[in-house]
């Protein structure tokens, strides 16, 4: 039987391939993610084991609590003196002190040198013979002075040859330095779109605003001191504001941020392979059953010749576990491919990620091989049972049809169960009280799983009708070749509604990501528009959101025809025991915002003081403050500061620029080193104008990584970002379409086997080519719709519950981009049905008259 | 009954002969050869058919099975192409058509009725009678449906799908698709090779008035004597050749015929 199963797979290469193809997008999309994450993940580690090389310890600034990371706030600084301590330590051999910070390169152009969203790592450079440096020379000399090094990469983009001078802007306006030599990071070719600029040690120091500071002390031993003997030792000294870590100790610390980032990129796309690969089950799932159903008669020939139904079901099985096989081979070494591509995708939209070469983890092969597999055997079950009840009859009668099972009376309310209990599901994890981040997830992707499925079983019901209507212009369009098309699309609603459920998955995630899209992009402007007060301008980072040094602002202000400029400062603090986003407004941002109060009144922004402060509503509520009651703050340096609350606001639905505690930028500033403003805002004599545009431009051409917006302006900046986000996620989805397209491909062509006879007849009285090929184009298109159509339905309505449960998006329907989405289907229908309706028009007349 | 046995290459002389001055042939042949395969397993089908199809009569082809006849009708209906020869339909010579030429003439001049009926499930009655219209973008004619349901017997039936009709049914569902554009010829593939003996007869009956009332030309090919019997004529093919030729034969008279070409 086995041998048998075998060969049907070799008399069916063409089925076989193309179900098959579905299961290698899925397992490649898996693969693919490890392979790159591998890659990205090893490329980070050879670069941080790299930066710690030769030291056997470091001494860094504590924070007074644990800082979020990736927001420009860092620990602060301690003092110099701490060095020469730490070298007169017995078994300490040498000791090297460094400070770093964002150091923006400017190109020729006078325009910073950004790569995507990567970091512009400036630091000092000790010596350049230390131990402790990680940068090998390519050409010239180490910096001294008004001088700096900057990486090969850079240099040879940029076309900056040692003894030119290249703009340097650190917290204030832009240095011209001297190019002194080329350096290269360890043995990493890039890392990242990251552009590298050290300094000498007092010249750092000045730019980062650190004199006499540092932020951390490379120690190496003495041979044969232990590492724990040396941290004791360095642990006597240590002031309140340090901590000291072994070398390898400090390398894990700084991998924490690309490590959390590269897990969450991991399961982020691991998320669209589990899509593409629950696409293809149902694509497997439903050429399995076509493919059953037409071998009816051989099924039951074999059953009259004795085959037992345990061995016509295991015959099924081990059909779709060499598919499964097959395709999970395939798909892990198309995944390297993928992974490659997803470099180039990702650097296309400006996202550039370290690469040293790709990574093929054992991992990788048995997740892909065990994934793959086990989805097409699950896959296949329900297509393995039907087999099963092909009586030995049917041999013998001309157009036998499967029994029923005895269940199938329960199918369609059981497929309501599975969709009513996923909406709970659903439901559950969004609006249950107290769920974990990990209950939620499991509750919300187990709901919108049996939602999908069991939806995808009710759509049976839904084919006739929607297939009816939607089909009506294909009969105006196709004449009777459309008719017929829909007649065909309704003839066999089981399948129709297999393969459109394939398409209505995709199609419904797509839906819901453009909903969500839209939701923010609504109620992000509606906020703007309605907290933005009288500014003329706004000014912000290059990249929009990047915090910017108050320098700029400062030039700002003294710009001819400026009157005012009102500043957020954004920074950390812990308060009621938790790290939040702390703001800081001046007087002048009364001018520019118009918040609603619930308490106090807009004239808080001038009367904030030393000690006031106002928080929005909903942090009022949840700590329970009221006008007067003490807001107590603890910075990042250990200062402990009480505040007293001077008003609440209620934040737009958008929400607002404000943190959950903003304070005055007086305040601000006395307690935090180098605050840094978010966003400035601008009035100017005179209103927006061209003079007016050319002045502040003019005065930020020394700050070129901040920028100067309108109001309208500065809403497309922050969307923009928002759309790249989105086209990612959108490329991604287009993966499970793509498996959904085989599967209508495989659909088609098996139908078209089906129906051999039929389409003689056509032919024969009267039918062109053209003709049949416009038959099975429309039936493509009319089972693309009417996936589109559900799925779209569907994402609608999960988006709107996503959105109730998310206070700060309102619900917007893009309507366009709706309508392009179905035109998509239209084009995927049309897409898939080139190949099936070719086949179909050029069957011989003759030979399928006589087709069996 | 005249009957007539003759050397094939007299066949076509035979055959124009014996026609009524009146109608010039709808469908001529000269000369037929097919050979499938090539070398030592080459078969030759045909061996050099000719024939005239006359307007407003039923032809019988018969012959053993492996005699040609199958092969015979494909190439006069432009299903199938001769190694050598030529068909004429309605004046059109069939090998100086293109695939789009040939649907076209297909459309106009040929109508068919198969053994398994070949109705299309999901159309109703009357939408599968009309298909070859719609196929060909026509309005149809709306007192000849009417009139066409009624000789097929089928006006009370328009609306029933394939599924709900009995064999019998479908068939006249088939012979009105066939009629519905009044094609220059129809051809008849074992029309009656699915149905029980009465029901045949009533098929067979059906036939018989479509050429008597509506001088429909008919080539019918079959292996069963009694619906050979209803036909003007009856072309006897063995070995890939016309034997014989008969007109007016009873049904007795043809299975001793076919009895003599060693087998039915």
Do not use: C
């Not at chain 1, 497997?284 to 009259?304: F, K, P, Y």
Request: no cysteine; glycine share 10%; hydrophobic share 45%.
């Amino acid at each position: 039987m086995t041998k048998f199963a075998l060969r049907g797979l070799l008399g069916r290469k063409l089925r076989t391939v193309l179900s098959a193809f579905a299961i290698v997008l899925g397992v490649a999309t898996v693969s693919g993610t490890y392979v790159l994450t591998d890659s990205i993940d090893k490329a980070f580690g050879s670069i941080f084991t790299d930066s710690r090389r030769g030291s056997d310890a470091v001494i860094s600034g504590k924070a007074a609590f644990d800082l979020a990371q990736g927001n420009g706030v860092t620990a602060p600084a301690f003092n110099e003196s701490l060095l020469e301590k730490v070298r007169a330590l017995p078994d300490v051999r040498v000791a090297d002190g460094s400070v770093n910070g964002e150091a923006q390169l400017i190109g020729k152009d006078g325009k910073a040198i950004v790569y995507g969203g990567a970091p512009n790592l400036g630091f000092s450079i000790a010596r350049g013979d230390s131990p402790f440096n990680p940068l090998t020379l390519v050409a010239g000399t180490w910096p001294q002075g008004k001088e700096v090094v900057i990486d090969k990469s850079t240099a040879g983009k940029e076309h900056f040859k040692i003894g030119q001078v290249i703009g340097v802007q650190t917290l204030g306006s832009v240095q011209q330095l001297r190019v002194s030599g080329i350096v290269k990071f360890g043995s990493v070719g890039t890392i990242g779109g990251a552009t590298l600029a050290g300094f000498a040690l007092p010249t750092a120091q000045q730019l980062f605003g650190k004199p006499g500071k540092l932020d951390e002390i490379a120690v190496a031993s003495k041979s044969g001191v232990s590492s724990d003997q040396l941290l004791q030792q360095i642990r006597g000294i240590l002031p309140a504001d340090t901590q000291v870590r072994t070398g390898t100790g400090q390398a894990h610390q700084d991998s924490k941020e690309t490590n959390s980032f590269i897990s969450f990129l991991q399961k982020f796309l691991l998320g669209f392979g589990g899509v593409a690969l629950f696409v293809g089950s149902f694509v497997i799932a439903n050429s399995l059953s076509i493919t059953i159903a037409q071998r009816t008669r051989e099924l039951a020939t074999l059953r009259t010749l004795g085959a037992s139904r345990r061995q016509v079901l295991r015959s099924i099985i081990v059909e779709a576990l060499v598919i499964g096989t097959l395709a999970a081979v395939i798909g892990l070494f198309a995944g390297l491919g993928l992974a490659k591509g997803l470099f180039s995708l990702f650097n296309a939209v400006g996202f550039t990620l370290p690469n040293n070469g790709l990574t093929f983890e054992t991992r990788t092969v048995l997740v892909s091989l065990g994934v793959g597999i086990i989805v097409t055997l699950l896959a296949s079950l329900r297509p393995a049972m039907r087999a099963t009840r092909v009586p030995p009859i049917a041999a013998i009668r001309e157009g036998a049809i499967l029994p029923e099972s005895r269940f199938a009376r329960y199918r369609l309310p059981a497929a309501g169960l599975l969709a009513v209990l996923g909406f709970a599901s659903l439901l559950w994890g969004l609006f249950a009280p107290s769920l974990g981040t990990t209950g939620v997830l499991v509750f919300m992707l187990g709901g919108a799983l049996l939602v999908f499925i069991g939806i995808a079983l009710l759509s049976v019901r839904l084919v006739p009708p929607l297939a009816g209507a939607l089909g009506w212009p294909a009969t105006k369009i196709g004449g009777t070749a459309g008719t017929l098309a829909r007649e065909n699309a309704q003839r066999n609603p089981q399948r129709t509604a297999s393969t459109a459920s394939a398409l209505m998955i995709g199609l419904a995630l797509v839906t819901l990501v453009s909903l969500l899209a839209a939701g923010i992009i609504t109620s992000f402007k509606g906020s703007v528009n309605k907290i933005w007060k009288s500014a003329d301008y706004a000014i912000t980072a290059q990249n929009n959101f990047s915090p910017i040094p108050i320098a700029a602002a400062n030039a700002v202000a003294k710009t001819p025809g400026v009157l005012a400029v009102g500043n957020v400062r954004v920074g950390e603090t812990l308060a009621f025991g938790k790290r939040i986003n702390t703001t800081a407004v001046n007087p002048a941002s009364s001018q520019m915002f118009s918040l609603e109060w619930t308490q106090g009144s807009a004239s808080v922004f001038r009367t904030l003081g030393a000690d006031g402060a106002f928080v929005s509503k909903g942090y009022a509520k949840s700590h329970h403050l009221q006008i007067g009651s003490p807001v107590p703050l603890t910075f990042p340096s250990g200062v402990r500061k009480s505040f007293v609350l001077r008003g609440v606001f209620a934040p737009p639905t958008g929400g607002s620029p404000f943190g959950s505690v903003t304070i005055s930028q007086a305040a601000f500033d006395r307690f935090v080193a180098r605050p840094q403003n978010l966003y400035s805002f601008v009035l100017m004599k005179g209103g927006q104008s061209d003079a007016n545009q050319a002045a502040l431009d003019r005065t930020l051409n020394a700050f070129p990584n901040s920028k100067v917006a309108t109001r309208q302006k500065f809403i497309d900046n922050q969307i923009s970002g928002l759309s790249s986000v989105l086209n990612i996620l959108y490329v991604l989805l287009a993966l499970s379409v793509i498996v959904s397209l085989f599967g209508i491909v495989n659909t088609l062509v098996l139908t078209v086997f089906e129906r051999t006879r039929e389409i003689g007849m056509l032919r024969a009285i009267g039918m062109t080519r053209r003709q049949v090929r416009r038959m099975v184009r429309h039936e493509s298109v009319i089972t693309a719709l009417i996936g589109a159509a559900i799925g779209i339905a569907l994402g609608i309505v999960l988006a709107s519950l996503l959105i109730v449960r998310v206070d700060f998006i309102v619900l917007s329907i893009p309507v366009g981009q709706l309508i392009i989405f179905g035109i998509a289907a239209i084009v995927v229908g049309i897409i898939a049905a080139i190949f099936p309706a070719r086949r179909a028009a050029r069957l011989n007349v003759l030979e399928a008259l006589q087709y069996e | 009954m005249s009957d007539t046995v003759a050397a094939p290459a007299q066949m076509a002389a035979t055959a124009v002969a014996d026609e009524a001055p009146a109608a010039g042939p709808v469908v001529s042949a000269t000369d037929l050869t097919r050979r499938y395969g090539e070398g030592d397993t080459a078969v030759d089908a045909l061996r050099g058919v000719s024939l005239d199809v006359p307007k407003g009569q039923l032809t019988a082809v018969m012959g053993p099975s492996g005699s040609g006849k199958s092969t015979l009708m494909h190439i006069l209906a432009g299903l199938d192409k001769p190694t050598t020869g030529e068909v004429t339909i309605a004046g059109e010579a069939l090998s100086k058509l293109n695939d789009s030429d040939l649907t076209k003439l297909r459309r106009r001049h040929i109508g068919f009725i198969f053994q398994f009926f070949n109705l299309l499930p999901m159309l109703t009655a009357e939408e599968n009678i009309l298909l070859p219209l719609s196929i060909a973008g026509e309005k149809p004619d709306r007192k000849w449906v009417d009139d066409l349901m009624d000789r097929i017997g089928l006006a009370d039936r328009r609306n029933h799908r394939p599924s709900e009709l009995s064999g019998g049914q479908q068939q006249r569902v088939a012979i009105g698709r066939a009629l519905i554009s009044r094609p220059t010829i129809v051809f008849a593939d074992e029309p009656t090779g699915n149905l029980d003996s009465k029901t045949s007869g009533e098929i067979l009956d059906l036939m018989n008035r479509s050429v008597r009332e509506l001088e429909q030309t008919i080539v019918m090919v079959t292996h069963e004597a009694r619906a050979a019997a209803i036909a003007d004529r009856v072309l006897f093919l063995a070995d890939g050749l016309i034997v014989r030729e008969s007109r007016d034969i009873s049904a007795q008279e043809i299975v001793v015929a076919m009895d003599e070409l060693g087998g039915s």
